[in-house]
């Protein structure tokens, strides 16, 4: 089998990055959150213009296999003290539980760590149990929650996680 790789994410390759992600959430939220607000928050959060702006300036990492785009991770600087979010951390469903989620969190961990941070943040969907148990097995622990008006009558009813990032 071919190895996976976590590189960069290449300005050419928003698009096929949104795609994804439009196959990931449809496969996975439709149990958790309405098709309707599936689609609205994939056009605003994976808008392969706005994905390209934020290339420069924030952490877009992708798993390759053979060529082809199997997940990816997204993380920014978040507040000031030194705490990043992760912001995104998909796997395509015929790839999960293959080790390729903790391969990308362990390249956003050392990017952060790399930038200064002491502390990854995160907010995981309170009915979202797949993700919070992966999220406990890798040392995430809940500190909050978190209700958001994202809009056009949808909301975010989500559990804030973090992890302190020891040198």
Known sequence: ??????????????????????????????????????????GRRYRPDAIRASIKDQCWLVARQAG??????????????????????????????????????????????????VRLVLRVNKYNAAALTAYARYGFRVYGEHVLDIGNGFVMDDFLLEMHLCS
């Open 1 to 42: 089998m071919t190895e996976v790789s976590i590189l960069p994410l290449a300005e050419d390759e928003t698009e096929a990055l949104a795609a994804l992600a439009h196959e990931i959430w449809h496969a996975h939220y439709p149990a958790i959150i309405s098709r309707a607000q599936i689609d609205y928050m994939l």
């Open 68 to 117: 082809k785009m199997l997940g990816f991770a997204h993380a920014l600087p978040d507040e000031p003290g030194g705490a990043w979010k992760l912001d995104k951390l998909y796997v395509h469903p015929e790839h999960q539980r293959q080790g390729i989620g903790r391969r990308l969190l362990d390249a956003v961990i050392a990017h952060a760590r790399k930038a200064g941070a």
